[in-house]
């Protein structure tokens, strides 16, 4: 391994302590980011004169040319280099000589990490935020397929009633912040970090203005020590992460739940679900076992990060180099658990004439008797206790509230007319309940 740092050492590198502390086999994935940066600060040095145009032209020119060849050919990113900054010098020089050489002018691999890793972040969050639109619409366009009522649950016992669909809403709710939230962790680390050179600047008459320009960040990222030591746009993006994980992995345990032979409201489409090796009978909701299990995962993640960065000193250390491991794992898994809930939701078989017949048990009109009540005169607390006896009653009797006679419901209160079977159908409850505007 031809190291960067060679003049001041008289012995070499063990070959353990070179497989310990290289990077490239990961950060080979920020070689698009890599590259762009350096040609925009290879641009930027020609034009304040540090090195002169024709080197700069030849830089930016050999650049692109890498570029074009990765993309051809991805397996160009080989060889023994200690990390992507080394790879990209190391061809610069072999192409360009002492050219290549001057590359690294007024430069780090501390600002150019970050400049890196914060070009990477942008660009995947912001194909995050399209999975995630692209789930909403998914839930949405669902929404509108099913018109069954289901019962809502606290503490998984029976409720109340709402629609299908509104179950759905909520979790579009959820993924709508979490929305904002990669919006917002997008917005905090727009600062261009190139220009902070190791930690301290440079002593070179270097344009980061200019460099901010041509990498489309905001502003220049104004303190230089803390720009080289900042991984909180890491952090926050492991955040966004578990707060989308654990909003899918709920999700994921309702619809499990809901799959179960026991409430049968739901079934995985076969395309996301699995079979037995031993039980014929068996159709398992893998798909969504494996996001509840990803979710423990990248809230590992996040925690190691957290756990990572709490004790290093300013400036920049190397403990930091864990950070593309942890970014990359989260990510990857959070894309993928994205997609694979959309899918699932898109193709799940809601079973609708099973939900509409479940709503009829389960006493989950007993508040609707109550509010019935109320609004007949009666205090509140008063006609609650009056429900909760008739409830005793009719789950001794095996009927629903709405089975038992008038005379019956008499019994527990005079104020019981007529009408009041016009308020305990599910139906009508609804009507009177949650409304389609509270949608929206
Ligand atoms: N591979 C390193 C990282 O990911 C790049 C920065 C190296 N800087 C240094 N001073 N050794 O953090």
Redesign the pocket.
Known sequence: MADLWGGRFEGDTSELMQQFNE?FSL?QRLWYEDITTSIAHVTMLGEQGIITSEESEALQAELAQLRTEIEADPSILSGNYE?I?SFVEAKMIKRLGDTGKKMHTARS??DQ?TVDMKLYVKRTLGELAELIEAMIATFQAKAETVDALMPAYTHLQRAQIVPFSYYLDAYVAMFERDLKKVYQAINLLDENPLGAGALAGTTYDINRQRTTDLLGFRQVQRNTLDSVSNRDFILDALQVFSSLMVHMSRMSEDLIIYSSQEFAFVESSDSYATGSSMMPQKKNPDALELIRGKAGKVIGLMNSMYTIMKGIPLT?N?D??ED?AIYFEAYDTTNACVRILTGVVDELIVKEDRLNETVHDGYLNATELADYLVRKGLPFREAHGIVGEAVVYAIKATKQLHELSLDELQGFSNKVDADVFDYLQPEKIMQQGIKRDMFR
Do not use: E, T
């Open positions: 990077s950060d990390d900054h691999r501390n990490v920049y190397k930091m180099q593309k």
